[in-house]
């Protein structure tokens, strides 16, 4: 999650630039299109290799993020809450797998550890008390050993010390290799009107499939991609809506179509 739109995320520009192009399709000139390795030394390359876009998403490395590149510069599809689309189906977990999704905390977040722990509690809570179906599950006996590495968890929280953002996150299709959720802890716990639990519930949104809710027309601005199908009407003020994006909310709280939204998915 980034919090200003200034800057509003890394390759803001080039990504304007192929969204601009994808819309106009066949009226766009290629040179209104940046070269994917314009696009590439653009975006934002984090410290374990894998590429964020659209503020706190992770793509991958080399390969995910040409994929990306090649979506965004196709053309667009003309067709609340919406959830990732990949090969042409949503991006989801099994029923199984969401009724566990294992993490760790790592201890590398030293004295921010406790609060980091229970701010990921927090946040997990909110979509697990909108749906019976999701549970997060703290394995807090692999926390000393917190990492993407670490195959008795299904995903670990991490901290990192970048400035790009305040979290990141992935979606249930990413690499067990890049399963991580890296958080910025002196930023998330000073994150103004934001609450740091909400900034979670965010993250963990995009864990569960959920893209960002602005990447819809009617928001009007900070448009994404087209690789999403949408599971309710259009809510600016839906938690997955960054407020500097035409969003109507000051504090990321989650919403009753966000509710509706994961139980569309996952049940009730």
Known sequence: MKRTSSRFFSAAAVTGAVAMAAATAGNAVDSEVPSYQEFKAQTFKDVDGQYVVNGDEVVGKERGLRSYYEEMTAAPSTDGLI?????????????????????CVSTKFGSNYTAVRNVMAAGGNQWEAASSRVNFVHVSSQDSSCSTRNRNVVFSIEPT????????A??????????????NARSLLNSGSWSPSNIMAHELGHVLGFRHEHTRPEAGTCFEDNSWRPLTPYDSASIMHYPQCNGSSSNLSMTSADRSGVRSVYGS
């Open 161 to 168: 010390t970048t400035t790009q953002y305040i979290a990141r």
């Open 83 to 103: 959830i990732n689309r990949v090969y042409g189906g949503d991006d989801k977990w099994s029923s199984s797998q969401v009724a566990n999704l294992t993490y």
């Open 170 to 183: 992935f979606f249930p299709s990413t690499a067990k290799s890049g399963r991580n959720v890296l958080v």
